[in-house]
C-alpha cells in the first residue's frame, strides 16, 4: 500500500492550498481517508476526514476554512486549505484506515500513512 501526498507549498498568510494524496495497493473506497498534520515541536493532530459514503469531519483547527473530498474513480483524497494562518504551518500527513465511528480523529485508528507534505505559511 503506498499513499502519496502532495500539493503543499510555502504561501502568505491568507492564501489557498489543495492538498492531494493518491493510494494504491488497497480498495480505495472501503476505507476511510484522513488528514492529520504535525507541526514542529507539537504532537500530531486530526485535521480532516472522509468516508467512503462522504460524510466529512474535520478537526476544529481548520472547521470552517477547509474542504475535504474524494475521488474513488481516481483513489485520490483533497483537502482544500482556505485563509491559511501561520499555526497550518505543518507537515500535512494523509492516513487511511477503518476506524469506527468514535475513532475517525484518532491516529492509531489508521492503518496506512503517506510521507508527509510540507505546507508553510507565512505571516
Known amino acids: 500500500v503506498q499513499l502519496q501526498a502532495s500539493g503543499g507549498g510555502s504561501v502568505q498568510a491568507g492564501d489557498s492550498l489543495r492538498l492531494f494524496c493518491v493510494a494504491s495497493g488497497l480498495t480505495f473506497r472501503n476505507y476511510v481517508m484522513g488528514w492529520f498534520r504535525q507541526a514542529p515541536g507539537k504532537e500530531r493532530e486530526f485535521v480532516a476526514a472522509i468516508r467512503s459514503g462522504h460524510t466529512t469531519y474535520y478537526g476544529d483547527s481548520v472547521k470552517g476554512r477547509s474542504t475535504i473530498s474524494r475521488d474513488n474513480a481516481k483513489n485520490t483524497v483533497y483537502l482544500q486549505m482556505n485563509s491559511l494562518q501561520s499555526e497550518d504551518t505543518a507537515v500535512y500527513y494523509c492516513?487511511?484506515?477503518?476506524?469506527?465511528?468514535?475513532?475517525?480523529?484518532?491516529?492509531?485508528?489508521?492503518?496506512?500513512w503517506g510521507q508527509g507534505t510540507q505546507v508553510t505559511v507565512s505571516s
Open positions: 492516513a487511511a484506515g477503518v476506524p469506527i465511528l468514535s475513532a475517525t480523529a484518532t491516529q492509531t485508528a489508521y492503518r496506512y
